[in-house]
């Protein structure tokens, strides 16, 4: 990575791209599963689906239990359950700490804009120390429409005060890059998270940047 764009504003995904989510997502998942009698499934077979929700990744495990069973109590002992154990394994990507505070340092406004419910996003990151430094923090229910709509990142930018060329989105899955894209702002796919393993060829995203490392986007923005 030679180019530097020096954003003012960087506009980050939760699970794959600012923390490694995974592995708490999946014990909740499995001990979901266990509680309603079915086998776990492996941490491979998981992250297939990490980010597409609970009710798909429960289907991996259970996938001829009744739907209404899996919309309704077997879907909330799993919120509840991760919520109860939001950061057991959870950690930030290797780098990312360094990258966070030196974005502070130089002036360079941080937020957050996941799919994550707000309240778990909120829960979540509040056991980092950088928490007073992001700007704000959207979910997929903070306002009518989720990613990969570009409605959330508008409203990051609005926000931040920051036009949408000044910014840069940085997510791992093709959604993140799909809004991005759609709200007109610099869109940067993190290769070190989940996406690249879930959806389709990374080459055909059409993100403005492939970034394989945090090192690669600390090359990116300082």
Not at 12 to 33: E, K, R, V
Not at 94 to 103: K, S, V, Y
Not at 117 to 135: G, I, R, V, W
Request: charged fraction near 15%; proline fraction near 6%.
């Amino acid at each position: 990575m030679t180019t530097c764009i020096h954003p003012q504003a960087v506009i980050f995904d939760l699970d794959g791209t600012l923390l490694d989510t995974a592995p708490d997502i999946i014990a909740a998942c499995n001990a979901t599963l266990e509680h309603f009698g079915y086998q776990k499934i492996s941490p491979e077979l998981a992250l297939t689906k990490v980010t597409a929700g609970m009710r798909v990744m429960l289907k991996l495990g259970a996938p001829h239990a009744d739907p209404a069973a899996i919309e309704g109590p077997m879907r909330d002992y799993f919120a509840q359950y991760y919520l109860d154990h939001i950061n057991v394994y959870t950690k930030p990507f290797a780098g990312m700490i360094e990258l966070l505070q030196d974005l502070e340092a130089a002036h360079i406004k941080v937020a957050v804009v996941t799919n994550k419910y707000e309240n778990m996003a909120q829960q979540l990151l509040q056991n980092y120390h950088f928490y007073p430094q992001l700007s704000l923090i959207l979910g997929c229910d903070s306002l009518a429409h989720s990613k990969p709509h570009p409605e959330p990142i508008l409203k990051a930018l609005a926000h931040l005060n920051v036009a949408p060329y000044d910014a840069l989105y940085v997510g791992d899955h093709l959604n993140d890059i799909k809004a991005a894209n759609c709200a007109k702002t610099r869109s940067a796919a993190a290769l070190w998270g989940y996406g690249p393993g879930e959806c389709a060829d990374v080459t055909t995203w059409h993100a403005h940047y492939l970034l394989p490392t945090v090192a690669d986007l600390r090359a990116l923005c300082l």
